[in-house]
């Protein structure tokens, strides 16, 4: 995957207990491509910011080779067509990932935006994502509460954290029956909430929730778009967190590739 | 050539915002006698030679796993319709 030099590296270098950079190197992060598949650069950008190497996957490959996490990123695979997310999540690559993910080795998962709803499509994740209840794409700098810092992703955030990343999507409504949604809730799968205002009708106002393990997570906003100094949400309008919000993801998910590998 | 045609809709307790939309649009066309839309989809699996139970359960299957997510929709038809 060819990339264009990094800028404001050493401003978006992860900040109090971040790993011994000289391990992170090594932890190698997969980000996944399909038809239609537009974040898979900026989600490579933000894996090699936060210190780690991306590996760049294909939907129709048949193995994941050697990752230790894998990345799902934004877009419109297969322009969905039928449901977002409906046709991708049966393209080879995605059936292993589901094994490597739902396996002891609990392969850690982040499926942003399109990915989050691949995610649901899997049944990796419970709910689906229907058009916004205002009907209309929406895009804009969006306040977002950690309200689980125990997963893979999260867990260089502080509980409670408020961080501020792009939303960018038209079917984000998160739904799921109220069973669902109290279960998730008393098992703390409620990883982030939509804070000041709900861009799309989401039940309880959820963002993105993990599964039981924590392993995996989706969540309809985009982390990756907030990882460089300068071009982040601050940059833009200025209405709160910075310009890196969103690095925490990538670098949580590194300190326990790397914790795991002692 | 036989088809097979799905129908399949959103559930009665999901929100159907592309329902909504229309239903207010309607009256500002003087279609008043409405009061509720939803909108649904409509698949036509096209098969070549006959249709056995075998290949109507195959409908079925990918009507339940691909054309519909359980999650939101309900496979509310399966029917075979001659050319």
Redesign the interface.
């Known amino acids: 995957m060819t990339e264009l030099p990094l800028i404001g590296e050493a401003a978006a270098a992860p900040s109090a207990g971040s790993p011994d950079t000289s391990r992170l190197a090594g932890a190698k992060i997969g980000v996944i491509t399909f038809p239609g598949t537009l974040d898979d650069r900026d989600a490579a950008r933000a894996v090699r910011l936060a210190g780690a190497t991306p590996v760049a996957l294909w939907h129709a490959d048949t193995s994941l080779g050697d990752v230790d996490a894998v990345v799902i990123p934004g877009g419109f695979s297969y322009g969905d067509y039928?449901?977002a997310g409906?046709?991708a999540r049966?393209a080879p690559l995605m059936s292993r990932i589901i094994d490597a993910a739902n396996s002891d080795a609990k392969l850690p998962v982040l499926g942003i935006c399109n990915g989050f709803q691949i995610l649901?499509?899997s049944h990796l994740l419970?709910?689906?994502m229907?058009?916004?209840?205002?009907?209309k794409f929406m895009c804009r700098d969006q306040v977002l509460r950690v309200e689980n810092n125990n997963t893979h992703w999260t867990s260089d955030y502080a509980a409670g954290q408020e961080i501020t990343v792009p939303l960018k999507n038209q079917d984000g409504?998160y739904?799921?029956?109220e069973k669902t949604l109290d279960a998730l809730e008393a098992e703390g799968r409620v990883v982030f909430r939509y804070v000041g205002f709900n861009p799309n009708?989401s039940r309880r106002d959820i963002a993105g929730i993990s599964n039981t393990a924590g392993n995996v997570v989706g969540l309809m906003p985009h982390p990756e778009h907030a990882v460089e100094v300068g071009y982040g949400p601050e940059s833009l309008d200025g209405i709160g967190g910075s310009d890196t919000d969103g690095l925490g993801f990538f670098t949580s998910v590194l300190n326990k590739i790397v914790g795991d590998a002692k | 050539m036989p088809r097979i045609v799905v129908d399949v809709m959103p559930k009665p307790e999901i929100l159907d915002p592309q329902g909504k939309a229309i239903v207010g649009a309607l009256p500002r066309l003087g279609f008043t006698s409405f009061s509720a839309v939803r909108q649904g989809k409509r698949f036509e699996l096209t098969v070549d030679g006959e249709v056995t139970d075998a290949v109507l359960a195959q409908a079925r299957e990918a009507a339940e796993t691909l054309l519909s997510n359980p999650v939101i929709e309900d496979v509310v038809n399966v029917e075979v319709v001659e050319a």
């Open positions: 039928l449901r409906a046709i049966f649901t499509e419970p709910g689906s229907i058009k916004n209840d205002h009907l409504q739904i799921a029956d009708g």
